[in-house]
C-alpha cells in the first residue's frame, strides 16, 4: 500500500528516536535510584554525591530533548525536507476534481463515471517519487481523503493545505470528499493510480 509522507519516513525515524529517548530516560533515572537505594552508601551521605554523574544525568537528556525538538523543527517547517519530483496541486469543485502536475501543458478534471468509484480521468503518479501535494477549493470545502493512504486534507477557499506524498506500491486507490459540500457530495470520487516509471502512454486511462 502506498504511503504518504507528512514525513512519513522522517517521521517514523524521528518516531523510533522519541521511543528510545522515552523509555532511556525513565530507565535511567530507576537505575540510578535503585543503585542509591541499594548501594553501600545511604543516601543521606554525603560523600555519596558525585558531581560528575550529577551533571551527565542531567544535560545527556537535556541535549536528547532539544535533538528531538530541532529534528520535529526541521519536519514541520516551511522548506521542503525531501527533494520532490514535481507539484500536484488537487482543486476541489462542485463537483469533482481538478488536478494540475508541474511539467503538463495543462490541468485537466477527474469526472465521476457510470461506474461506481471510477472517474473518466484519475490522478496518475509515478511509483517511488515524492511529489508535493498542494490542496484548495474554488468554491466550498471539500476535504482530500485516501483512506488507503492515510491521508486526508482539507480543500478550502483561498488557502492552500500542503503534504509530501510518497507512493511505494503499485495499484488503484480510491478515495472520496469527506466532506459535507452539497448535493453532489456523493459523486466526486478520488481515484489515484500509481504507475511504474515509463510504462504505459496513454494519459487518462481508467484504473
Not at 503499485?170 to 481515484?191: D, K, R, T
Request: charged share 15%; glycine share 8%; proline share 4%.
Amino acid at each position: 500500500m502506498a504511503s504518504v509522507l507528512v514525513g512519513n519516513e522522517i517521521y517514523e525515524g524521528l518516531l523510533w528516536y522519541l521511543v528510545l529517548l522515552v523509555a532511556f530516560i525513565p530507565a535511567w533515572v530507576f537505575l540510578v535510584l535503585g543503585w542509591q537505594i541499594t548501594g553501600k552508601y545511604n543516601l543521606s551521605i554525603a560523600a555519596n554525591e558525585n558531581n560528575v554523574i550529577e551533571w551527565a544525568w542531567t544535560l545527556v537528556p537535556t541535549f536528547m530533548v532539544f535533538y528531538l525538538c530541532f529534528l520535529n523543527l526541521g519536519c514541520v517547517g516551511e522548506d521542503i525536507p525531501v527533494r520532490s519530483e514535481g507539484v500536484v496541486k488537487v482543486t476541489g469543485r462542485q463537483w469533482l476534481w481538478s488536478y494540475e502536475i508541474s511539467g503538463e501543458e495543462s490541468g485537466y478534471d477527474s469526472i465521476m463515471t457510470d461506474f461506481v468509484d471510477s472517474v473518466d480521468k484519475p490522478l496518475r503518479l509515478v511509483l517511488n517519487n515524492y511529489y508535493h501535494l498542494v490542496v484548495t477549493s474554488s468554491d466550498v470545502i471539500h476535504s482530500f481523503a485516501l483512506p488507503e493512504l492515510n491521508l486526508k486534507m482539507d480543500a478550502i477557499p483561498g488557502r492552500l493545505n500542503q503534504s509530501i506524498m510518497y507512493a511505494d506500491h503499485l495499484g488503484c486507490f480510491v478515495g472520496y470528499c469527506s466532506e459535507l459540500c452539497g448535493a453532489g457530495h456523493a459523486y466526486m470520487p478520488i481515484v489515484l493510480e500509481v504507475i511504474a516509471p515509463r510504462s504505459g502512454i496513454e494519459m487518462y486511462d481508467s484504473c
